[in-house]
């Protein structure tokens, strides 16, 4: 199926809640354009040289997401454009992304990684971690970010109630921590679950935001 059709046939099946970032990382431009054409305006890219080359040449309504680890000194090539950074697992990524953020007179949304897998090789926080952080004098300070939900990744596992157990798990804790606390700069809205392979799952256990590449552009090479 082509580009088009694979999107139509997600998004018909998607609850309006829903939001599908289309994961485009090491995909042309065509492929990118061809989704853009078919009404898709949020792709999501693991790597900040790649989304900016991509971003200069495609049309600027579209909405850029950060879903790869970020590096730190890398966040000042994107800080001008990036709609939303979805892998922060350290407050000292927060800080810089407030820094450079704070140069182009902008607020950037992010969200803090939860650790809800049983590989070891995954990054994120711990629920306490995260309750730390939100709770922080030092994140009211922090006046060009804002924590607008989380995101996990589950254990790569064909077990169904494995996965059921970690979406549970980051679902659950979400409720309960975006009725404990709004501030300025951490209103609690998203809960970014689910990829190509488990985002029906995630979708049932709360998801409000999935990560889907390959259903849409084909595997990669």
């Not at 790649?50 to 309504?61: C, G, I, N, T």
């Not at 254990?155 to 804790?173: D, H, K, P, R």
């Amino acid at each position: 199926m082509s580009i088009k059709e694979n999107l139509h046939q997600i998004k018909s099946n998607l609850p309006e809640n829903v939001t599908l970032v289309a994961v485009s990382k090491t995909k042309p431009i065509a492929d990118l354009q061809e989704a853009y054409d078919a009404g898709q305006r949020v792709f999501g890219e693991n790597k900040i040289q790649e989304m900016v080359e991509k971003f200069d040449v495609l049309p600027k309504d579209i909405q850029w997401h950060m879903i790869g680890h970020l590096q730190s000194n890398k966040v000042k090539y994107m800080a001008h454009f990036v709609d939303l950074i979805h892998g922060i697992d350290k407050f000292s990524t927060l800080k810089e992304i407030n820094k450079q953020a704070k140069k182009h007179d902008r607020v950037i949304n992010c969200l803090l990684q939860a650790k809800i897998a049983k590989e070891e090789t995954k990054f994120g926080l711990s629920f306490e971690d995260i309750e730390t952080i939100i709770a922080s004098e030092k994140l009211r300070e922090l006046k060009n970010i804002k924590i607008v939900g989380f995101m996990g990744m589950a254990t790569f596992t064909e077990n169904q109630e494995q996965l059921n157990e970690e979406f549970s798990a980051l679902n659950n804790f979400f409720n309960t921590q975006k009725t404990k606390i709004e501030t300025e700069n951490c209103q609690l809205k998203i809960l970014s679950m689910g990829m190509s392979g488990d985002y029906e799952l995630a979708i049932e256990n709360g998801s409000t935001m999935i990560r889907v590449g390959s259903s849409i552009f084909g595997s990669r090479n």
